[in-house]
């Protein structure tokens, strides 16, 4: 954000305002303070000399999913890099976008798979939150919820006990060794 005169100020990229935060007595009308810092919350501008941290924006690389999905508290997340298993789960929990997906019903399996094809990635491997590192063999999910609903393709899990992490590939689930780099979707609480 940048000011382009006395107290007025704009989005560096020229975004419209959608609300504003201004600290009580700011933004003040010194010409030399067309810098904004946050500081609990609130805005304050001063001059841009001054040394503060500062956040960066990149544009997404991720999609949610849209239209179609069921009425869950959850926000899905499809990236566009890959990763082991373990890798997805520290980056979705990273981000804040959660931990990896759970497939918990036929809905919401349609939901994620849909999204899969949207975007392309139907032929390719997308991790799931399902494993069988701790001896469970595929009956919990890692959230600790009880795998009641399965859409394993005919003849999976099938390479136990080298594959032991669950993927989305061709429309159904497979396992894989869980160090292979895939896609993974992330899945995140709106509550």
Not at 6 to 33: C, V
Request: with cysteine; glycine share 4%; proline share 5%.
């Amino acid at each position: 954000m940048n000011s382009v005169g006395k107290a007025s100020f704009t989005w560096i990229n020229n975004a419209t305002f959608n609300f504003t935060s201004w600290n009580t007595d700011f933004p003040t009308s010194n010409p030399k303070d067309y810098c904004v810092t946050i500081t609990n919350g609130k805005w304050t501008n001063q001059r841009c000399i001054n040394i503060n941290y500062f956040a960066c924006e990149k544009s997404a690389t991720i999609t949610t999913s849209s239209k179609g999905c069921p009425a869950t508290s959850s926000l899905y997340v499809l990236t566009r890099d890959q990763k082991s298993w373990d890798g997805a789960r520290a980056a979705c929990a990273q981000s804040g976008n959660g931990d990896l997906v759970t497939s918990e019903t036929p809905e919401e399996d349609e939901c994620v798979r849909t999204m899969i094809r949207q975007n392309g990635l139907e032929s390719s491997y997308v991790w799931m939150s399902l494993n069988c590192i701790n001896e469970t063999f595929y009956d919990h999910w890692v959230t600790g919820a009880n795998l009641s609903y399965r859409s394993w393709k005919s003849g999976e899990p099938s390479q136990y006990p080298t594959e032991r992490c669950a993927i989305y590939w061709q429309n159904s689930w497979f396992d894989l060794p869980c160090p292979s780099p895939t896609y993974y979707v992330c899945e995140a609480s709106l509550l």
